[in-house]
């Protein structure tokens, strides 16, 4: 069974809270790809590194989102999202990767 590329990869500084700003923080988020109704029996495998390093981190998990902490502040981060059947319920290939979307944990300095 093929499943589509998550939609709408999205990043954000600091959980999406706009008021609070925490150093090295991103909130990740995508929307469910079109599983042609295998609903919550998606598990999704993000990719995520430094812009311009040679090696990156996998995380594979079944939620939509993800709160990721002790990234290098003000060092740009690409990150890329694929998914595919659970493998309990169905099986199949991951899906093509998302577009690879950039952001920058925050730097907090004293005044801020």
């Known amino acids: 069974m093929r499943v589509r590329e998550p939609r709408r990869l999205q990043v954000h500084q600091n959980g999406g809270v706009q008021k609070v700003v925490k150093q090295g923080v991103l909130w990740v988020s995508w929307q469910e790809p079109d599983t042609g109704g295998l609903g919550s029996k998606v598990e999704y495998?993000?990719?995520?590194?430094?812009?311009?390093?040679?090696?990156?981190?996998?995380?594979?998990?079944?939620?939509?989102?993800?709160?990721?902490?002790?990234?290098?502040?003000?060092?740009?981060?690409?990150?890329?999202?694929?998914?595919?059947?659970?493998?309990?319920?169905?099986?199949?290939?991951?899906?093509?990767?998302?577009?690879?979307?950039?952001?920058?944990?925050?730097?907090?300095?004293?005044g801020c």
């Open 45 to 110: 495998r993000l990719h995520f590194g430094p812009v311009n390093a040679t090696s990156h981190t996998e995380l594979v998990m079944k939620e939509t989102q993800l709160n990721l902490t002790d990234l290098r502040p003000a060092q740009p981060y690409w990150f890329r999202v694929s998914a595919r059947p659970d493998g309990r319920s169905f099986s199949g290939p991951w899906s093509p990767w998302s577009p690879d979307s950039i952001a920058t944990p925050p730097l907090v300095t004293d």
